[in-house]
Every structure is written in structure tokens, then in C-alpha cells.
């Protein structure tokens, strides 16, 4: 049904651990990893009392659960996974998983993990784990915009050309655990919507953030959204509409890399241009609780655009002075060749 109506599935799946009551806990204990007393035991290092560690190091796990991953795409035809604590297990692992896979059919593959090696032969795309604590710290008062130059500074030159980074302002771990969005963000939660979707990384949108949820989930019980139209939906809506006609704005190697836009407030103000020879888009982003009264240099932003906010046509030149509210972003979209 879903690929009926153009959708595509991925499973989570938990590669390094099992429950204490899994069954081949019995009927295969040797798949375990054990302590120096040869107890079973949890990820060391975690709190995760309630799971106990698999053993990468035993041809017969690596083969049972790469199997049990094969039968998920060859007779259900998921369209890939996202791997749980994903650096936790050895990146051979992978490698070899993603070949056996891939000979079926293409699959996507998503990392619970912030790491380069992994999009090597592995993974299509990583959690942007330091993306969402670097907005976050900015919107707590503890960073200023430079956070945002730094993570995007090094994402552009330390990881591979296409590799694709998720941005997300919530998640499972970050609403059941840290607060919801509204907690997390506070007045900054509009503008890190926005960035999380015009800039460079393959938005997230998790469960209930579009009603507007307003309540940490519980981790391991039901716990049912109230579903409701909500302004957060009608966001995302409007944005994620925007990247898909823009194709600036694509995914990875396919939208257009983020060029900054220097202005007089850096350490208030991020400004970028995303542009390829079809589309433009020239985005702001006050990350203060002031207005700023912005100016910017050079003529990368030059040209005619309409604002993505009120639909308008504007010239921008030299002479462009941007008058922008608290915690406010504007985007200008350009359509050239349209």
C-alpha cells in the first residue's frame, strides 16, 4: 500500500543488542558478548539495563542477522534501514551488509551515528547529531552563530561529497528524554525548522511535531498523539513543499552546496545562498532576541526574488537593508530558468 501511493519504507533496526528474554539468549548464547566473570552484559558505557550486548565477533551472528535483513527486502520489499547505535558494531559489518543488499535491489540506508567512514560503502545518510546542538545551544543562550559556521564549515569539508546528514529538531531519544520541541528550542523553534529543511541535510520530521505535540512521549509504553491541524504542520508543509520545486534546495548531491553571505551582525545573523544554474534561494536567520537591522556584503545574493513569506517581488542590491524581528528568517527564492 505504501509504494501504491509513492511512499517508501525503511525498518529500524537494532543490530547490537537484544532483550535480556530474546530467544537466542538460549538458543544461541555463544552470539553474546560477556564480562570478565562471562555474565551477560549490557552496552559498557550505557545506562541500557534492559538490553544485553551481541557479539560481532561470531561468523554465525554476523550471517544470522544479515540474513534476517535480506528476507526483510526480498520478501516484503522494504526499501532499506535505519541502524540503531550504528558505531557500535564493526564497520566490516556493514560493508559487507550494504554489498548483499545492494545485489538485491537499491536500499537506503540510515546511521543512528555521526560518522564520515560509515558513507564510505556503508550508510546514504548519518544522524547530524552536532547540527541539532549546535541550533539548540544557540537558541539556550550558550552559542552564538558561530556554532552554525563551525558545523557547516566542517560537514562541507570533512564529509564525503553527497554523504547526507539529517537534520532534525526532535527525535525519539531527544522528546522522551531532553523535552519537546518547544522545550528544546523555546522562540527559536520556527527558525530551526526552517534551517533544518532550506539548509544543507535531509530534514526529519518526527512523530507528532507537526500536531503540534506538546508532551514528552513515554519511551516504552503507548502513548497516542492527539492528532490536530497545527501551525508547526502547516510549516513544514510549506517548506518541505519549497525544497521539493527548488532544486537548490535537493538533497546531497543533488541541491546546490550553501555559500554564507557575510553581514554586519555574524555573531546574531546567518545568511547563506544555495544556487545552481536553474534556481537560487538567499536565506536569513536572526538567531537573536533582538531585531537586527542587517546589511550584507558582496553580490553573491544579488538579483530578483520573491519572498518566500508574503510572496512579493523584490530587487536585492547593495543597498539592501533587511529589518528582521527576534528569532525571525526570511528566504528569498529566485526561479531563472522557470
Given amino acids: 500500500m505504501a509504494h501504491e501511493i509513492g511512499l517508501y519504507v525503511i525498518l529500524d533496526w537494532v543490530v547490537n543488542h537484544t532483550a535480556w528474554d530474546n530467544p537466542l539468549t538460549e538458543e544461541h548464547p555463544e552470539w553474546y558478548s560477556r564480562n570478565w566473570k562471562g555474565e551477560f552484559h549490557p552496552t559498557p558505557g550505557t545506562d541500557w539495563s534492559d538490553i544485553v550486548e551481541l557479539d560481532y565477533s561470531q561468523p554465525g551472528l554476523r550471517r544470522y542477522m544479515t540474513d534476517a535483513m535480506k528476507w526483510w527486502v526480498t520478501e516484503t520489499g522494504v526499501d532499506g534501514f535505519r ?16 554489498a548483499e543488499l545492494g545485489a538485491i535491489k537499491p536500499v537506503f540506508m540510515l546511521a543512528e551515528w555521526e560518522s564520515r567512514d560509515l558513507h564510505a560503502r556503508a550508510f546514504d545518510m548519518t544522524y547530524a547529531w552536532s547540527w541539532h546542538n ?12 558561530g556554532a552554525l559556521v563551525r558545523y557547516y564549515s566542517k560537514s562541507q569539508k570533512t564529509w564525503p561529497d553527497g554523504g547526507l546528514r539529517m537534520t532534525f529538531v526532535s527525535n525519539h531519544d531527544k522528546n522522551s528524554w531532553e523535552g519537546t520541541q518547544f522545550e528544546l528550542f523555546g522562540d527559536a523553534l520556527e527558525n530551526a525548522i526552517a534551517l533544518s529543511v532550506i539548509g544543507e541535510g535531509m530534514p526529519l520530521v518526527y512523530n507528532g511535531q507537526e500536531a503540534g505535540n506538546g508532551k514528552r512521549l513515554e519511551f ?34 543533488w541541491g546546490a552546496t550553501m555559500v554564507q553571505v557575510p553581514n554586519n551582525v555574524p555573531g546574531s545573523v546567518f545568511s547563506f545562498v544555495r544556487a545552481n544554474e536553474k534556481d537560487k534561494v538567499f536565506a536569513v536567520f536572526n538567531f537573536s532576541g533582538k531585531p537586527q537591522s542587517v546589511s550584507f556584503s558582496d553580490t553573491l545574493y544579488h538579483g530578483p526574488y ?18 528582521i524581528g527576534p528569532w525571525a528568517y526570511r528566504v528569498f527564492v529566485t526561479e531563472t530558468n522557470k
Fill in 83 to 98: 541502524c540503531d547505535v550504528a558505531g557500535y558494531v564493526p564497520l566490516d559489518f556493514w560493508n559487507n551488509l550494504r
Fill in 134 to 145: 549546535a541550533v539548540h545551544d544557540i537558541a539556550m543562550g550558550k552559542a552564538d552563530v
Fill in 306 to 323: 520573491r519572498d518566500f513569506s508574503n510572496r512579493e517581488l523584490v530587487m536585492l542590491s547593495e543597498d539592501f537593508i533587511l529589518e
Fill in 220 to 253: 516504552f509504553e503507548k502513548d497516542s498523539i492527539k492528532w490536530r491541524s497545527h501551525q508547526i504542520g502547516e510549516l513544514y508543509r510549506r517548506l518541505l513543499a519549497l525544497k521539493k520545486s527548488n532544486t537548490a534546495l535537493w538533497n546531497g548531491g
